[in-house]
């Protein structure tokens, strides 16, 4: 797929269902529109482009226990974010300006007990971590897994940014969380003995900041300021 436009449907993208067991690479065409249940398989790799827009139905899961290679560049970014959200490719859900997006509007994407490091870097996550009780937190999440996580922004979710459990490696640098308001909220939650390195990362307007649960830390890189 290349320079195709899309306008006047239900939606206005190409609508994907992943089980991927193979690796494969995304074009940075008309928006994705993630629905139900999807899944990098351990051994495959998912390659997305720079410039990609990826949008999630709010039932829809991404769990990646293979490899996810997100790299973008300044000028263009990946970004994961609500269908409702306008500024990112454009009316998508056809439905002009009657909608607009909120935290928790879609639920996460989830690295979970993959032994390779999956790679994210400028990319944008916002308005995910679905504030059901019944979900986990956080709109990413490594579970039992760690990634690389640089110049990124992660903002406008429910309960959590980024949620680390048994992450023992993660390196976030020179990226932005900000936005996580909510009474408890938090822009990073580190549990069950998590250990990433944070690195010239900038924490704004966060309930708090950086949460732990008392058998994690992390290694301060240098460079993070909180406001």
């Known amino acids: ?5 899309a306008s006047e449907n239900g939606i206005n993208g190409v609508i994907i269902k992943l089980v991927q067991d193979r690796d494969y690479t995304l074009s940075a065409n008309l928006p994705y529109y993630v629905i139900e249940d999807n899944t990098v398989k351990a051994g495959a790799t998912l390659t997305i482009p720079a410039g990609t827009i990826i949008k999630f139905d709010p039932l829809a899961t991404f769990t990646v226990r293979g490899t996810l290679v997100a790299e973008g560049t300044a ?8 269908l409702k959200d306008d500024a990112h490719g454009g009316d998508t859900n056809g439905d002009g ?21 999956s790679t994210l870097s400028y990319a944008v996550i916002r308005y995910g971590g679905s504030k059901n009780g019944l979900d986990p937190r956080g709109a990413l999440r490594a579970v039992r ?3 690389v996580f640089n110049h990124g922004i992660i903002e406008n979710n429910g309960l959590s940014g980024m949620v680390l459990e048994r992450s023992t490696s993660t390196i976030i640098s ?3 969380i900000r ?9 990073l939650l580190l549990g069950l003995s998590s250990t990433p390195t944070i690195a010239n990362t900038a924490f704004s307007d966060n309930d708090t900041d950086i949460y732990s649960d008392g058998t994690s830390s992390y290694t301060n890189g240098g460079g993070n300021t909180f406001n």
């Open 1 to 5: 797929l290349s320079e195709n436009t």
């Open 75 to 82: 000028s263009d970014k990946i970004v994961f974010t609500s």
């Open 97 to 117: 300006a009657s909608t607009t997006p909120a935290a928790g509007d879609w639920k996460n994407i989830t690295f979970s007990q993959n032994l390779a490091t």
């Open 145 to 147: 897994s760690s990634i």
């Open 174 to 176: 020179d990226s932005i």
């Open 179 to 187: 936005n996580h308001q909510g009474p408890g909220e938090s822009g």
